[in-house]
C-alpha cells in the first residue's frame, strides 16, 4: 500500500495549501522587485523553512515527554555535514538540509500517547505559522512565510512516504487501526504456548514487526536466538506480500540468513532459505533504499545459501559486491569466510580469505566453521566436489 503513496503527494499537499492560500486570502507578490528585494526573501523563505523544521522536531520531543518517554536523540538537517552537541544529556545533531528526526525509547507508549507523539511535531506548525504575521515584514512577505509553515504541516500530515523513504507523521497515525488489530493478533498468537506450530505464525510476527508492534519485535529478536524453533517457523508455508515495504523485506532477510548461519542445515531448507533471499533482492525498493538491507548484503547471504546448497561456483561473484564496499570488520570477515569455504570446496586454495578473517575478527560468524571447513569440511574438499557435481547432475532435466 505504501508503494501507492508516492512522495508527490507530500509535494501537492504542500502546494495546495501554500498556492490556494494566496489565492484564497488574495496575497499579491509585487510584480516589479529588485534582484536584491527577490534574493532577501528567497532567504526569508529558506529560514522559514528552516524554523519550521526546528518547531517540528522539538514538538515531537515535548510531546515525547510529556507521555513520559524519553527522548534519545534530536537531528536536524543532514548528518552529513553537521555538528553535535548535548542539552542536558540528549544529543542534538544539527546539519544541512531541512529534515530532521527524533529517536526515543517510546516504542511501548499507548496508541493514544504514540498518537500525540505523532501530531506534536506538525501542530508545532500550525502554532508557529501566526507568529510568522508579526515579522518586521511587508504584509505579502510575512502572510507567505506563514503560508510556508503552514503547508508544511499539512504536507507531513499527508500519508505518504518522504523522498528518502521514510514515512511522514500522516502515514503513521493513518497506520494507527491496522497496529491496534496487528498488536491484537500478535497477543492472541503469543498467548499459546506453541504457538511456533500455528498456521500464519510467521506472517502475524511479521505483520506486527511491520506495524511496530512491541511484542512482535521482541518474539523475532528472541526467535534468532532459538535455532529449533526458529527452523519450525521458517520452514512453514510464508505467504508474502507481492509489494513489501522495506521492513518485511528486511525481517525476511534477517530470519534468512539466521537460519542460514546454521550449520548442516537439511537441503530443503537451504533451498527454501535460498528463495527468499532471492524474493528479498527481486524486492528491494531501488528508487528509496533501506540503509538495512544494501543489495551487496543481501547478495552475500544468498552466496551462503549457494554453499549450503553445495553451489560453490556461484558464491564468489556473489560476494564481490560485498568485498568491494565498505563493510564493518566482523562483516568482512565473514565474507571472506564464506569465499574461503567455497574455493576451498573448489579444489582452489581459501588459506588466504581465511587468514584475512582471521586478523579481522576471528569471532565473527562462520569464521570458526570455514577453520574447521578447510581442515576437512563436508568430509573433505574432494568429496564436497563430487556431490556438487553429482547433485547437478540429478538436478539437470533428461535429455
Not at 43 to 69: C, I, K, P, S, Y
Not at 306 to 333: F, H, K, N, S, T
Not at 340 to 366: E, F, K, T, V
Given at each position: ?14 502546494l ?5 492560500g494566496?489565492?484564497?486570502l488574495g496575497?499579491?507578490i ?5 534582484i ?5 526573501y528567497?532567504?526569508l ?5 528552516a524554523?519550521?523544521t ?41 546539519g ?13 507508549l499507548?496508541?493514544l500517547?504514540?498518537m ?6 506538525p ?7 501566526p507568529v ?20 508544511s ?13 521514510n ?6 497515525l ?16 503469543l ?12 506472517e502475524?510476527?511479521?505483520n ?5 508492534v ?12 532459538q535455532?529449533?524453533i ?9 505467504t ?6 522495506a521492513?518485511?523485506?528486511h ?20 533451498d527454501?532459505?535460498?528463495s527468499r ?28 545459501a ?6 560453490p ?5 556473489l560476494c564481490?559486491?560485498a ?14 569466510a ?31 566453521e ?12 574432494l ?10 547432475q ?6
Amino acid at each position: 500500500m505504501l508503494a501507492l503513496l508516492d512522495p508527490g503527494w507530500t509535494l501537492l499537499a504542500f502546494l495546495a495549501v501554500f498556492y490556494g492560500g494566496q489565492w484564497l486570502l488574495g496575497i499579491h507578490i509585487p510584480s516589479h522587485q529588485s534582484i536584491l528585494a527577490e534574493v532577501s526573501y528567497a532567504a526569508l523563505l529558506l529560514a522559514a523553512f528552516a524554523a519550521g523544521t526546528v518547531f517540528h522536531e522539538f514538538g515531537h520531543a515535548l510531546a515525547v515527554r510529556l507521555v513520559g518517554a524519553r527522548v534519545l536523540r534530536i537531528v536536524l538537517g543532514s548528518k552529513r555535514v553537521s555538528v553535535t552537541f548535548s542539552v542536558r544529556d540528549v544529543p542534538i545533531t544539527v546539519g544541512l538540509g531541512l529534515g530532521g528526526s527524533v529517536s526515543h525509547d517510546g516504542d511501548r507508549l499507548s496508541p493514544l500517547r504514540r498518537m500525540a507523539v505523532l501530531a506534536a511535531g506538525p501542530a508545532a506548525n500550525v502554532l508557529v505559522a501566526p507568529v510568522c504575521l508579526w515579522l518586521p515584514l511587508p504584509h505579502w512577505e510575512t502572510s507567505l512565510l506563514a503560508l510556508a509553515v503552514l503547508a508544511s504541516a499539512l504536507e507531513d500530515l499527508a500519508p505518504s512516504h518522504t523522498a528518502d523513504g521514510n514515512t511522514t507523521d500522516g502515514y503513521k497515525l493513518w497506520q494507527t487501526p491496522a497496529r491496534l488489530r496487528a498488536g491484537t493478533e500478535v497477543r492472541a498468537l503469543l498467548a499459546d504456548p506453541y504457538w511456533w506450530d500455528r498456521p500464519g505464525a510467521a506472517e502475524i510476527l511479521i505483520n506486527g514487526f511491520r506495524l511496530d508492534v512491541p511484542e512482535a519485535d521482541d518474539c523475532l529478536r528472541e526467535l534468532c536466538k532459538q535455532p529449533e524453533i526458529l527452523l519450525r517457523v521458517f520452514t512453514k508455508p510464508w505467504t508474502l506480500p507481492a509489494e513489501p515495504e522495506a521492513d518485511v523485506t528486511h525481517i525476511v532477510h534477517v530470519l534468512s540468513w539466521k537460519v542460514l548461519l546454521l550449520e548442516d542445515l537439511p537441503a530443503e531448507t537451504a533451498d527454501l532459505a535460498a528463495s527468499r533471499m532471492e524474493w528479498v533482492i527481486d524486492h528491494l525498493d531501488t528508487e528509496h533504499p533501506d540503509s538495512r538491507t544494501p543489495l551487496h548484503t543481501i547478495r552475500f547471504g544468498l552466496a551462503l545459501a549457494r554453499l549450503r546448497q553445495r553451489m560453490p561456483r556461484e558464491v564468489q561473484g556473489l560476494c564481490a559486491d560485498a568485498l568491494a564496499a565498505e563493510l564493518d570488520a566482523d562483516d568482512r570477515a565473514s565474507v571472506l569466510a564464506i569465499v574461503a569455504m567455497a574455493r576451498h570446496a573448489l579444489l582452489l586454495s581459501g588459506r588466504q580469505q581465511l587468514d584475512d578473517a582471521l586478523a579481522l575478527d576471528p569471532n565473527a560468524a562462520l569464521v570458526s566453521e570455514a577453520v574447521r571447513f578447510l581442515d576437512g569440511g563436508w568430509d573433505t574438499a574432494l568429496a564436497a566436489h563430487d556431490q556438487t557435481v553429482h547433485r547437478r547432475q540429478q538436478q539437470a532435466p533428461a535429455a
